[in-house]
């Protein structure tokens, strides 16, 4: 064989020898391809913009692919560095047997270029072939009907096939860059460079209590949904703030607490995940609290989109209790009475009998400033033969009246046309303002808008729940190699097999679960202020919200305890 | 009284698919009594670390006996064998094994923990082996803080806190400049006139002659043993190293 053919093989033994590490990478790699293959096809699919609602959506999708393509950067860069750094002894090793810094860098490229294209053409074919299911889920979600057919759009792939080549070319570089900064030496010490004991930093332990403390005080006590908005804003900074510093400093206040206590902390169990935990931090918790925040996010996204599209027929009952609905703002007592006639004789004239028909008149108050929220309380209490209103009179009277057409959810726009123009001719003067409103319209655009937000929020929480699981696992896999050292010393001295078992298992416990457990609280304390929000989207069913927050939070779990379970074989079988 | 007996130990090293066999020892026997100083010299490949791991109950013998105050070792389950080897055997090693994430005082304690001693018991013993040792006053501080004769010290302590029957070294003075190393072989010396039983693997003539038995191992076989009896250490000195040139140079097998 050529001597120019040997960069490329050391390139493929490199990847097949760090399988434990290039394998999940190159899972991310697809996984993340496909996803914004995925994600472009929508945004750029020609069919989706003939739809009805389909600006929001289009541009919903566009934000979207915006987003992915943000995180595909981040999560490459991150699972990348994780790589490198693992492989800085074989490197530091390839160096001082004698390869140059160029011979390594070669070889470095070959990898990049085999990642790359197996990632690209791999991540091509899964998002090509999802797509067309993906489309499928989104057309049910928006009510829409599929079309037939399968395509690949061009520009999705175009778009996706620059990105990624920038990205990974831009990370050859950073490794080349890494590579050319360090010497040899370091590259073969690189993987265990010794850590200190962190300090305790109580000024950041207190800012950390305040800041938390602050943003769920927020997110308790705000009353009004209308400040609710940018007081929920500032709740999360001070929420994430809060995570960071109680992730960074508490728990290092909190470990050395326990670690005083010693009958506690001189035990079996506790003695050495106590210390490594410790020991651990210092790296490890800004990536905690970033899975804490991710996790958050996630489970709020999900929950909250679900609810949404479940809750959306909810939310239409509530403002359209009739299909068609008629509003006379500031209407004349006199003008009152004509107004079901009119209507009546109306829709007599295409052949069509109102059904249901119910109206009243009601006096517009002044916190009022959502119309949909009250009309069914209005409706309900003209129903029961109460009258409705405010007394005082200081406010002018609205004539409100609703009816169903048999077949429909709507109403023929030449009815509607026709009913507006009796009224202007005959009640000319004695109103201010006509409207008038159906429920099919308003369906459509409300089932894409919310389907949209739907396959938007599970799509991004499958993206980042990915990411989250991968930092995790890699986490764990490469304080394994730190660790298996300690392991060998705690064995030797007397440390059994299965006290090596019970404990790697408490301690990754800890790791994995620890943020999926404080991201539960920040949802616990957060639950009140997101019931607000949604009551804004005539979302006021807090039993469907809650229990699409249980589940969501249990679906999460589930697969987060199966990747722990992963994770913890993977990590066992490095250090025993 | 008999401590330690080793009976025809072999070892033969095998790959994974019992290709290529290695013999690491052919035969060994030798017995080790109460209170003794024992060390085993050997080259490079002679078998030493097999034969210290197989008495360490950390590998296991292919054939042969080890038996240590009367329990055969070889047959120990699984499960016991981590709380025998705490229980019964203290270890000090060339590179100290020490955890970077413990202080000094909770590395000395980490075997008193594993085997659910509580916190009372642990402090009381830890005093009277770090006065004897000189490391009372690094308790507090970390592995990466100290030198390296007080790392190996408090491996020492970490060896004998727990009271163990047989303290095995593995090179020990390895790591160390020369003034550690006199300081560890005094140290040796002094725990060993209390009564503690050490058998000391080494490649040093210096830290062999301070043993009062010394057997040279040489492919696999106790080749040679010389014993100290009443000579001063310089005499030893003197003696290993003929014994060893003898052995370098292949001299016939009168062991």
């Known amino acids: ?576 | 009284m008999t401590l330690l007996e080793v009976k025809n130990i072999k070892k033969i090293y095998s790959t994974r698919f019992g290709g290529n066999k290695v013999q690491a020892l052919t035969n060994v026997s030798f017995s080790v009594e109460q209170g003794e100083y024992i060390a085993i010299m050997g080259e490079s490949g002679s078998g030493k670390t097999t034969l210290l791991n197989i008495i360490a109950s950390l590998d296991k013998p292919s054939s042969g006996e080890v038996v240590l105050s009367g329990k055969s070792i070889v047959t120990i389950s699984e499960q016991q064998i981590s709380a025998f080897r705490r229980d019964n055997l203290g270890f000090v090693f060339q590179d100290f094994n020490l955890l970077d994430n413990f202080s000094v005082e909770d590395n000395i304690y980490l075997p008193l923990v594993l085997a659910g001693k509580s916190y009372d018991e642990m402090n009381e013993r830890i005093l009277p082996i770090t006065q004897q040792l000189g490391i009372t006053d690094i308790l507090a501080k970390f592995p990466y803080e100290v030198s390296g004769g007080q790392k190996q010290r408090t491996a020492v302590a970490r060896a004998l806190i727990t009271k163990p029957q047989l303290v095995l070294a593995d090179e020990p003075t390895g790591a160390l400049d020369s003034h550690a190393s006199d300081g560890l072989l005094r140290l040796f010396d002094e725990i060993n006139a209390a009564g503690q039983t050490i058998l000391l693997v080494t490649h040093s003539v210096k830290a062999a002659s301070h043993a009062k038995r010394i057997l040279f191992l040489r492919d696999g076989e106790v080749f040679h043993q010389l014993y100290r009896a009443s000579q001063t250490q310089e005499q030893m000195y003197q003696k290993i190293s003929d014994t060893l040139s003898v052995i370098a140079t292949g001299g016939e097998h009168h062991g």
């Open chain 1, 1 to 576: 064989m050529g001597k120019g053919a040997f960069y490329p093989r050391l390139a493929v033994s490199n990847i097949r020898k760090n399988g434990k590490f290039y394998l999940p990478y190159l899972l991310t790699c697809i996984a993340t391809v496909a996803m914004f293959y995925i994600m472009a096809f929508i945004a750029s699919n020609p069919g989706l913009s003939q739809m009805q609602g389909a600006n929001t959506i289009t541009a919903m999708m566009g934000f979207g692919t915006v987003v992915i393509g943000i995180f595909a950067v981040i999560i490459l860069f991150y699972t990348n560095s994780f790589l490198i750094k693992r492989r800085k002894k074989e490197l530091g090793l390839y160096n001082i047997l004698g390869m140059e810094k160029r011979h390594i860098a070669k070889a470095m490229f070959f990898e990049t270029i085999y990642v790359t294209v197996i990632s690209l053409i791999g991540g091509l074919l899964v998002g090509i072939l999802f797509s067309k299911l993906v489309f499928m889920l989104l057309y049910r979600l928006l009510d829409f009907t599929v079309p037939l057919g399968f395509s690949i759009s061009w520009q999705a792939v175009i778009m996706t096939l620059v990105l990624f080549c920038a990205i990974f070319i831009l990370i050859l570089l950073f490794n080349l860059f890494q590579i050319k900064l360090s010497k040899p030496i370091e590259l073969l010490y690189g993987g265990n460079s010794g850590e200190r004991e962190p300090k305790t930093k109580w000024p950041l332990v207190v800012i950390g209590i305040l800041t938390l403390g602050g943003g769920y005080f927020l997110a308790l006590y705000i009353k009004s949904p209308t400040v609710a908005i940018g007081m929920f804003f500032i709740a999360v900074i001070l929420v994430i703030i809060g995570t960071y510093f109680l992730f960074t400093a508490g728990s290092i206040a909190w470990l050395k607490m326990l670690r005083r206590n010693k009958k506690y902390y001189y035990q079996p169990r506790h003695f050495s995940s106590v210390s490594g935990m410790l020991y651990r931090m210092k790296q490890n918790a800004a990536g905690l609290a970033s899975i804490c925040i991710l996790c958050t996010m996630v489970l709020v996204m999900v929950s909250t989109t679900v609810c949404m599209y479940i809750g959306v027929e909810d939310a239409l009952n509530m403002v359209y209790p009739r299909n068609v609905q008629i509003y006379l703002y500031e209407c004349q007592d006199e003008a009152y009475p004509q107004l079901t006639g009119i209507v009546e004789e109306e829709t007599a004239k295409y052949n069509l009998t109102a059904e249901d028909m119910v109206s009243f008149q009601y006096y517009q108050e002044e916190d009022d400033w959502n119309r949909s929220l009250f009309i069914g309380d209005k409706m309900a209490k003209a129903l029961t033969g109460e009258i409705p209103g405010y007394k005082g009179q200081e406010y002018p009277s609205n004539a409100y009246i609703g009816f169903n057409l048999p077949g429909s959810d709507g109403a023929p726009p030449l009815l509607l046309d026709a009913i507006r123009n009796r009224l202007t001719t005959e009640l000319a003067g004695q109103y201010d303002t006509y409207e008038s409103e159906t429920r099919g319209l308003m369906a459509d655009s409300v089932y894409s808008l919310y389907g949209g937000f739907l396959f938007l929020g599970m799509f991004l929480g499958l993206l980042f729940l990915m990411a989250t699981v991968l930092i995790i696992y890699y986490k764990q896999i490469s304080e394994g190699y730190d660790d298996k050292q300690r392991f060998e010393i705690m064995q030797k001295v007397g440390m059994s097999r299965g006290e090596t078992k019970s404990f790697v298992r408490s301690q990754i416990l800890t790791v994995f679960f620890l943020p999926l457990v404080v991201a539960v609280v920040h949802i616990v304390f957060a639950f009140k202020i997101i019931t607000k929000l949604l009551a804004m989207l005539n979302l006021t069913d807090i039993s469907l919200f809650i229990s699409c927050t249980g589940i969501t939070i249990l679906a999460f779990a589930i697969i987060y305890g199966l990747v722990y379970m992963l994770t913890a074989r993977a990590y066992y079988r490095i250090v025993s």
